[in-house]
């Protein structure tokens, strides 16, 4: 397992940007595939975004695509998310994920071992 540590959440005006990281520790982290989830207040937690153990493939919600990219520095064991052109609707608590699962099979948070605290993004309109 990994230990998770996400930073660079923010309140940030429609349009604007924000830069997420996740900071792991422990084992091999580059034999896990990270994703990023969101969960705005009374929802449930969903999908955004994931990135493949050795960063070359990534897949996005339809909310993202487009306007987020998740790329990965496993000399850092690190992963990020750039999110561009922001909206209210971005709005909640990001969340870093990582799986073991094989590529393409992780969808739900039950597929993900681990989990960071959480780094509140507010998009205001």
């Known amino acids: 397992q990994v230990q998770l540590v996400e930073s660079g959440g923010g309140l940030v005006q429609a349009g604007g940007s924000l830069r997420l990281s996740c900071v792991a520790s422990?084992?091999?982290?580059?034999?896990?595939?990270m994703a990023w989830f969101r969960q705005a207040p009374g929802k449930e937690r969903e999908f955004v975004g994931i990135?493949?153990?050795?960063?070359?493939?990534?897949r996005y919600a339809d909310s993202a695509r487009g306007r987020f990219t998740i790329s990965r520095d496993n000399a850092r064991k690190t992963v990020y998310m750039q999110m561009n052109s922001l909206k209210p609707d971005d709005s909640g608590v990001y969340y870093c994920?990582?799986?073991?699962?094989?590529?393409?099979?992780?969808?739900?948070?039950?597929?993900?071992?681990?989990w960071g605290q959480g780094t509140q993004v507010t998009v205001s309109s």
């Open positions: 994920a990582s799986t073991l699962k094989a590529w393409g099979t992780a969808s739900r948070p039950a597929d993900y071992g681990s």
């Open positions: 422990g084992r091999n982290f580059s034999l896990y595939h």
């Open positions: 990135i493949s153990l050795s960063g070359a493939n990534t």
